[in-house]
C-alpha cells in the first residue's frame, strides 16, 4: 500500500528523479524506469557509507543505484538547469528527505524548474507526533520564510539544539523505536531522550565557530499543517506548485502530491480565506496526541478494528513471557532476517 499511495499520481514511463532514495528506491533504474537518481554523495561514497551503516543489510549496499545528479537537494534547480534539462521531467520523488532540508522553499522552487508543466512532486513525510520528533514544536511558515530569507544550506544552529534537546525514543514492549503507528499506538509510549545542558553547551559552541555539517529533521509536521503552509506559499507567489493531495497519516507517514500548473493562475482570495480557516481548525484539532487513533488512508473500521484485535492477543502473549524473552526474540529476527 505504501509505494501505491507514493505513487500514484506518477507516470512511471516519463523521465523523473528520485531524490536521495539510498539504498530503497520507490523508483529504480533497474526495474527500467527512465528515472534519475540525485544525491549529495557520489555513488561510492553512498556504498562506503552504507557498509559502515549498521541499519543496512550487507546484501542491501548492491541495491545502490548509481547517482547521475551530485546535488543538494535544495539545489535541485540549478543542477538541472547546468545539465540542460530543466523543464523536462514529469515527476520528482521523494521519500524522508524533505523533512531534513534546511531550505524548503528553495527546493519546491527548484522542483518547478525541473518539472514539465503538468509535472508532479510526490512525497513521502514523517509525522512529527508519531516519529522522534513527538516533542517538538510543529515547524511554522515562518522558519520556512526565516531559512529562505537568510539562504540556508544546512540546519541552523536553533533547529539542531531542537532536536537534541527534545528527541525522543518511543518504547513497545520495553524495545526502543524511532516511531510508532499513529492509529493504534499510545503516545504515552514516547520518552524524551535526551540531555539539556549538553545540547545547550552543543549550541554555543555552534553559535560562535563553523562546525561541520549535521543531518537534523529541519521540518517537523503532520498533514494538515504541512498543506496550510504549502497553500500559503501559492498564495503569497513563493511557490507556483498546486496541491493535488496530502493524505491522513498513515503507521508514521503521509503522502503529499503536488503538481506544476499547465498554466498560470490566480487563487481567488475569498475562496482562499475560506479554505484556511478551515485548515486552521483542523491544525488546532490536530496538535500533539489528539491526532492520535485516527483511520490513516485505505483503512477501514474493519481493518483498525483487526489490527487492534492483533495487537490485544500479542500484548496478551507478552505479558506472559518471562522477562526480557520478547526483546531476545526479537533481537534473534533481526539477525535472521539480515543474513
Avoid at 482562499?272 to 491526532?291: E, K, N, V
Wanted: charged residues 25%; neutral net charge.
Amino acid at each position: 500500500m505504501r509505494k501505491s499511495l507514493l505513487l500514484k499520481h506518477i507516470d512511471l514511463s516519463a523521465p523523473g528523479i528520485e531524490v536521495a532514495p539510498y539504498f530503497n528506491p520507490a523508483v529504480a533504474k533497474r526495474d527500467g524506469h527512465p528515472v534519475l537518481t540525485l544525491d549529495v554523495f557520489p555513488t561510492d561514497t553512498l556504498r562506503a557509507n552504507a557498509a559502515k551503516d549498521r541499519y543496512v543489510p550487507a546484501a542491501r549496499i548492491a541495491e545502490i543505484e548509481d547517482v547521475d545528479i551530485v546535488a543538494d537537494a535544495c539545489g535541485i534547480g540549478e543542477a538541472v538547469t547546468a545539465m540542460g534539462r530543466a523543464g523536462q521531467f514529469r515527476y520528482i520523488v521523494s521519500s524522508h528527505n524533505f523533512e531534513h532540508l534546511p531550505n524548503p522553499i528553495r527546493f519546491l522552487q527548484g522542483c518547478s524548474v525541473a518539472l514539465a508543466p503538468g509535472g508532479v512532486v510526490s512525497m513521502a513525510v514523517p509525522d512529527g507526533r508519531a516519529c522522534f520528533d513527538h516533542f517538538r514544536m510543529p515547524t511554522r511558515l515562518a522558519d520556512w520564510l526565516s531559512a529562505y530569507h537568510r539562504g540556508l544550506n544546512q540546519p541552523s544552529p536553533e533547529t539542531i539544539f531542537d532536536l537534541r534537546s527534545n528527541v525522543a525514543e518511543y518504547f513497545h514492549f520495553g524495545v526502543p523505536h524511532t516511531g510508532c503507528d499513529i492509529t493504534f499506538d499510545d503516545p504515552r509510549g514516547f520518552k524524551p531522550q535526551n540531555d539539556l545542558r549538553a545540547s545547550f553547551a552543543e549550541y554555543l559552541k555552534r553559535t560562535s565557530e563553523p562546525q561541520e555539517y549535521m543531518d537534523t529533521h529541519c521540518t517537523v509536521t503532520f498533514g494538515a499543517a504541512l498543506e496550510n503552509m504549502l497553500w500559503d506559499l501559492r498564495f503569497l507567489g513563493l511557490i507556483d506548485l498546486e496541491v493535488i493531495e496530502v493524505t491522513e497519516t498513515l503507521g508514521l507517514e503521509f503522502f503529499v502530491h503536488l503538481r506544476k500548473p499547465e498554466h498560470a493562475t490566480i487563487l481567488d482570495e475569498a475562496t482562499f480565506y475560506a479554505a484556511r480557516a478551515l485548515r486552521q481548525r483542523q491544525i488546532a484539532d490536530s496538535l500533539g496526541s489528539a491526532g492520535f487513533g485516527r483511520r490513516g488512508p485505505g483503512q477501514s473500521a474493519f481493518d483498525v478494528a483487526r489490527s487492534r484485535l492483533k495487537r490485544s492477543i500479542k500484548a496478551w502473549v507478552v505479558g506472559l513471557l518471562p522477562g526480557g524473552t520478547y526483546q531476545s526474540l526479537r533481537a534473534w529476527n533481526r539477525r535472521r532476517r539480515a543474513r
